[in-house]
């Protein structure tokens, strides 16, 4: 069965500093994954996705993935925060064997301090 | 942003009363997904349907049900609520079906049941 674990519920960093969101999948076949985002009051909106192109996937907003087989991971990084980024982000897999179902983490809250 | 609507918004009700959920789409979609959100739980797929009158349950389905007589109208019934069922609920869609194909989501419902 597939699953996601997002390591780190909350996480925090200053304005301008390193954001690393860190997400391990468990899939028996070529996963498909997501992050996605939620501001406050709001649904869910794609940041990005791998699909088996590249392994290195640029998202919206200045973010970034990149998948690592061997590590089962695709962590979520940003350079520099920016107090617009504090919002809640969501990693999620899918495979063809489900059609399309999305198995999401339970999510990492980023906080950005002044 | 993909066309979904969800409504109500906010719903405030008592233990045993039936609620409808209602999600509305104008992107002519043939896929259509409920979830529930809970703290360290992420989102939980309840339903999905992959036409008008063809549904599936989900992970968390038990207590639920759906019903799908038009493309653009999903909605998501708890026949007799429960204190267990107070969430936020969110509508998706997509497209196709596919693992790489990415989910859109509606803006959600809070549901708190007394």
């Known amino acids: 069965a597939q699953s996601v674990t997002q390591l780190g519920s909350h996480v925090s960093v200053s304005e301008g500093a390193l954001v690393l969101l860190r997400c391990n999948y468990s899939s028996s076949v070529p996963p498909y994954l997501f992050w996605y985002v939620q501001y406050p009051n709001q649904g869910l909106q794609l940041l990005l996705k791998?699909?088996?192109?590249?392994?290195l996937v640029k998202g919206i907003n200045g973010f970034e993935a990149e998948f690592k087989k061997s590590e089962t991971s695709f962590h979520l990084t940003k350079p520099s925060a920016h107090m617009s980024d504090a919002a809640e982000y969501f990693c999620?897999?899918?495979?063809?064997?489900?059609?399309?179902?999305?198995?999401f983490g339970q999510g990492t809250e980023l906080s950005v301090k002044p | 942003d993909a066309g979904i609507t969800q409504s109500p918004r906010h719903k405030v009700t008592e233990t045993g009363t039936p609620v409808t959920l209602r999600c509305h789409q104008t992107e002519n979609h043939r896929y259509m997904y409920w979830y529930r959100q809970d703290p360290g739980h992420g989102l939980r797929l309840i339903h999905y349907?992959?036409?008008?009158?063809?549904?599936d349950k989900g992970e968390v389905s038990d207590g639920y049900s759906v019903s799908r007589s038009k493309t653009e109208d999903f909605l998501l019934t708890l026949e007799s609520a429960t204190s267990s069922q107070t969430s936020v609920y969110f509508c998706a869609i997509s497209p196709q079906r596919g693992a790489h194909n990415e989910q859109f989501f509606g803006p959600g419902t809070r549901l708190t049941v007394l």
């Open positions: 349907s992959y036409g008008v009158k063809d549904t």
């Open positions: 791998y699909t088996s192109a590249a392994t």
């Open positions: 999620a897999v899918s495979d063809q064997n489900q059609g399309g179902k999305l198995i």
